[in-house]
C-alpha cells in the first residue's frame, strides 16, 4: 500500500551525495526527500515525518548542527534517529554532533556497507529487509549511475573553478573551504578517490592556524587537472 511507504530524508548542500543516496535507497521501497540546506530540511521533516534523516554537518547559511540542535527540541521531530554524514569526523566534531543528538557519524565517501550496517543498528535488520525490492543493480547499471554522478559534479565545477580561484587570491578561507569539502565528499562517490584525498590534504591544510596559500594554490591547480581529466572521460564516454 502507497501510505505504508516509510520516508528517508537526505539534507546535502550536495547534488551527487543526495543523488547518490537517493540511488542507493531506490533498491527499497522507500520515498527518499532531500533537502540542501538546514532550513528546508527542518521543513521537510515537520512535513513527511521521515523514519531516518542523513544530515551534513557543513552546510552554507543553515548548517547540520543547527538544524540538529532544532529538531532535538521539537516534540515531533525530536525522536526522529538521525545519522550525521561528514568529511569531517574528527573527534571534536563527532562528540559535538553526538552530545547534540546525533544517533551516528557516517564519513565521507558513503559506503553502502556502512550504511546499511548504521541503519540496521538503528532501527533493526527488518527496516532494511522488508523494504528490499527484489531485484538489484547489475555492475552495468552501477557503472551508469557512477557516470549520471560524474556528469552533475561537472556541471557545478565551473562557476566553482572560478570561485576558488577567486577564493585563494583574496585569501578567503571560509568560502575555499566549503568548495573543496564538497570535491572530497563526491570525489570517491563519482570514481575519482584521488579527487577526495587531495581535497582532504587541502581541508588540513585550511583548518590549520598557518596557511601557505602558495601550497594551497598548487593543490588547487591539481585539482583543475584531476577535473580536468574527469571531463575528458566523459567526452569520451559520449561519443
Known sequence: MGEDK?????????????RSLKNFFSDYNFEVIT???????IQAAAEHKPAIIFLDLMMPNFDGVKMLQVLKVLDGLKSIPVIIISGNTNRTN??????????????????????VKNINEMLGPDFLSKA??????????????????ASIFL??????KEVITEAISSHDRETLKYII????????????????LL??????????????????????????SIIKEIEEANTVEEK
Not at 95 to 114: F, N
Not at 187 to 192: A, E, F, K, L, P
Request: aromatic share 6%.
Open 6 to 18: 516509510q520516508t528517508i530524508l537526505v539534507v546535502d548542500d550536495s547534488e551527487v551525495i543526495r
Open 35 to 41: 533537502c540542501s540546506d538546514g532550513f528546508e530540511g
Open 94 to 115: 563527532v562528540l559535538s554532533v553526538i552530545e547534540a543528538g546525533a544517533e551516528r557519524v557516517m564519513s565521507k565517501p558513503l559506503q553502502k556497507e556502512i550504511i
Open 132 to 149: 528490499k525490492k527484489a531485484k538489484t543493480f547489475s555492475t552495468s547499471e552501477s557503472n551508469d549511475i557512477q557516470k549520471k554522478l
Open 155 to 160: 556541471k557545478s565545477t565551473l562557476v566553482k
Open 181 to 196: 569539502h564538497e570535491f572530497k565528499g563526491a570525489g570517491s562517490t563519482i570514481g575519482y578517490p584521488k579527487l577526495t
Open 199 to 224: 581535497s582532504g590534504v587541502i581541508e588540513d591544510q585550511l583548518n590549520g592556524t598557518k596557511i601557505s596559500w602558495d601550497q594551497i594554490n598548487m593543490m588547487c591547480n591539481q585539482v583543475f
